[in-house]
């Protein structure tokens, strides 16, 4: 089974400030996909950041970025010039494998508060 | 927001009774997935529906039971449930695999008594 570990139940930042939200993982797969989820408080869950295991180059969407160590199976989410709409859990997740047979496993949630 | 809508939104059910969840989206995608979000436990992948078909059944008990009777409808059947089953149960579609980005309704919050 696949592990996947958030260390940090909970961080704050200062709005405008940057914060980075740790994950690491166990897998025994050379090509996989990775993704960063957030969850706002009562709304939708949704989509922050993909990086595809075997791209060396660390995936960016606008104010958020990943420091994707392969080697390290470590998948970490930047979060630049935080907002206070930033508040929110998130979830970081692997996914391996294809077809038919495959895995996506969730870490148990890193609950950013963004201060004012 | 996101074209995926869930009802009901609240449910309380006794162990003894059946209901069922609904998800419908409206984005033309070709998947659709439900997922089962406890306060202590990860969120945990239950049912795969591709074109329709069941992909994946992540060794769902059997008194859950999932139907998709085309892209755009998703149910989750529930009969005989246990209080652990009480739990926010999400529903998500997606282009076509599991990979592409997910699109999540705001969920069920079911409790069992």
């Known amino acids: 089974a696949q592990t996947v570990t958030q260390s940090q139940p909970e961080m704050s930042v200062q709005e405008a400030e940057t914060v980075t939200l740790s994950c690491t993982y166990d897998?025994?797969?050379?090509?996989?996909?990775l993704f960063w989820y957030k969850q706002p408080p009562s709304r939708q869950m949704i989509l922050v950041i993909r990086q595809e295991a075997y791209k060396q180059q660390n995936a960016t969407e606008n104010r958020f970025s990943v420091n994707f160590q392969k080697a390290a199976k470590s998948f970490s989410l930047k979060i630049s010039d935080s907002q206070l709409g930033d508040t929110a859990m998130y979830f970081c997740a692997p996914f391996e494998g294809g077809g038919s047979n495959y895995k996506l496993t969730f870490g148990k949630g890193t609950l950013l508060t963004v201060n004012p | 927001e996101t074209g995926v809508t869930q009802t009901p939104r609240h449910l309380v059910m006794g162990m003894t009774n059946k209901k069922s969840l609904k998800c419908e989206q409206h984005l033309g995608h070709n998947a659709m997935y439900w997922y089962k979000q406890s306060a202590k436990k990860p969120l945990e992948l239950m049912f795969v529906y591709n074109f329709k078909e069941q992909t994946e059944n992540n060794s769902v008990p059997s008194r859950f039971s999932p139907e998709c009777p085309n892209s755009s409808h998703l149910f989750l059947h529930l009969h005989t449930l246990q209080p652990e089953d009480s739990a926010l149960y999400l529903c998500?579609?997606?282009?076509?695999?599991?990979?592409?980005?997910?699109?999540f309704g705001p969920g069920t919050r079911l409790t069992v008594l």
């Open positions: 897998t025994s797969e050379n090509n996989y996909y």
């Open positions: 998500a579609s997606g282009r076509e695999r599991v990979t592409d980005t997910q699109y």
